[in-house]
């Protein structure tokens, strides 16, 4: 969000871009507030002439006090009225108002406005058929049949009866209202509401709350904008999964100029990674009746209401009922120039920027408490938030399995980086040896076992990665096992704690580490099903200090699958799903295919940036490049197509439109949303 100065401009593109809904059944509840305590955006900078500067424009006043801008639009501190200036009104359907601010798109799809005819005027679109009565989110207008058009969407069902959907929005000192100056409203669905001084943003949202007639709430900033069919799309979806209590979209942002950059496309429901970063932000839709179950907004986390709102709602329902739509329906304001930027530890260097940190910490500590879960969350990269889990006060026994044929000088700085590089201690290390046949190898092999961590066993079969790891599984004496490759270098000793921390979480069947090329570049973040038309490694060569997209390198979240590199899981969850495909997967896509019937009994799959170790690729068994080779490839690639079908063409955990050429997370071309 800008931290500028309020631009009426822009308010009124905001407020315009909600009238512009094609569906047209909402209210827009502005709250208006001569101060609000809280303020994500931070306060206004100086005037211009402060700065040395002429006015931008000589009909805005600056005033010292502190600025609000969230979820809902606030703006601290607005201009005059206009006739406070000595001009006209700009706009007769917006209403200038003192009160509390508060700059939430509480957009209550309820009661529809009254019809232009009942307003003296023709109608704005003759697609739009005015009726009495409420009307809701579910529910759209008269069906295109009944306008003598054909069906726009003939998933969507046309009915009469109450509809819901609620924006708000907050600005201070606003200038009079359209009937202080002896006018009506231009559009009956905009509400201004007064509200009570010097009140927190919380207070300011609650105040629209309890306000709101919808059945969904949506908050939306005073200088944002949505498109016109935002609205539409929620109900749409709404329509189709009547069960859902809350509904977000894909976003970008707006600069100075109202071009639009940087668009987010999110995954579908992603909890680890809603844990390290407030993905939902705009636009989300929350049933309101669970939002007053819960209490509503509280004034505990200054910055981060929307979070710790979130938080609370999430707690209440169930994933299933929690529904993405992978479309951008709103376009923040944004100023880059005006944005710090982070340091290399994530810090802004700004006092308000570290207040929100702070508080998004706590919120997510809170939430944490509330659940009972003895975890620490603490700052991470990019002003986002690590949880750190526990491991029991005797940490189990990890089984770490290594296939192996010869290669001993990888092996063998494997082997060390684990026995004296890893701050886990509680190991049993199991080399799964291929046929091994130098001599050198085969000294190595009884000089390590002397070790009682290590042990060999030896299986000269043709090569079956499945089929070796599943072996060393049944010579396993660990609660948890480690799936590792020989031609891995540990960068810090924290890995396997850090693995095996997630690992022990009830809902998690595997952990996948974060690797590198020997050039630290990376190699495997998580794995992207579709991509390159089957799986491929999400933001492969990306350069390891860079943020890549959306911090998503530096950030703990869900994948659909992980590499079997360094794959760790639970013992019992391992045995559940059968272990490896060895059959039909010897070499490629047992990895995959082992995480998509980990995550077909429940589970997730957690990616965690906090493992981090190099990893060799091919230099061990080298890469497939001889006939034979290309044909057992071909076998896996179409028994995979056989087995998982039309869940290799929609990975949940990645976007629609973003490319399935690329590992770098660009879009999609042609557009497919």
Known sequence: MPIGEPNEQWLRAAIESVQKQIYPHFELLIITNTHLNSHPRGN??????????????????????PQNTTLAAALNNAPDSPEERGQGPVDSGIKWRDGPQNTTLAAALNNAPDSPEERGQGPVDSRIKWRDGPQALNNAPDSPEERGQGPVDSGIKWRDGPQNTTLAAALNNAPDSPEERGQGPVDSRIKWLDGPQNTSLAAALNNALAFARGDFIALMGAED???AHALYKIAQTLNAHPDTDLIYTDEDKLNAQGQRYDPYFKSDWNPDLFYSQNFLRHLTAYRRSIINDIGGF????????????????????????IRHIPQILYHRRDFPEHTPRP???????????????????????????RLRQPVKVVEAMGGHTRVIYPLPDKPPLVSLIIPTRDKLKLLRGTVDDLLNKTDYKNIEIIIMDNGSVEPETLDYFKAIQKNTKVSIIRHAAPFNYSQLNNIGVTHAT???ICLINNDLQVIYPQWLTEMVSHALR????AVGAKLYYINDTIQHAGVIIGLGGMAGHALKFLAREAPGYHWKPFLIQNYSAVTGACLVMRRNVFEE??????????????????????????????W????ELYHLESASRGIDDTFKKYRRLQHELNYMKTRWGETLLNDPYYNPNLTLEYEDFSLAWPPQE
Do not use: M
Not at 48 to 65: A, M, Y
């Open 577 to 606: 799903v059968g272990g490896l495909e060895e059959k039909h997967l010897k070499v490629a896509f047992n990895d995959v295919d082992f995480c998509l019937r980990i995550r077909e009994r429940g589970y997730r799959i957690v």
């Open 506 to 509: 009830p809902q998690i069947g």
């Open 225 to 227: 904008q949505l498109p």
């Open 298 to 321: 509280r004034p505990d986390y200054q910055g981060n209401e929307d979070y710790d709102l979130a938080l609370r709602f999430i707690e209440q329902i169930d994933a299933e009922r």
């Open 478 to 480: 660990g609660d948890v």
């Open 343 to 369: 340091s290399q530890d994530g810090s802004q260097h700004t006092a308000s920027s570290h207040l929100k940190k702070d508080s998004g910490v706590c919120a997510l500590q809170a939430h944490f408490q």
């Open 608 to 611: 965690t940036p906090y493992a």
């Open 44 to 65: 206004l900078p100086d005037s211009p002439e402060e700065r040395g500067q002429g006015p931008v424009d000589s009909g805005i006043k600056w005033r010292d006090g």
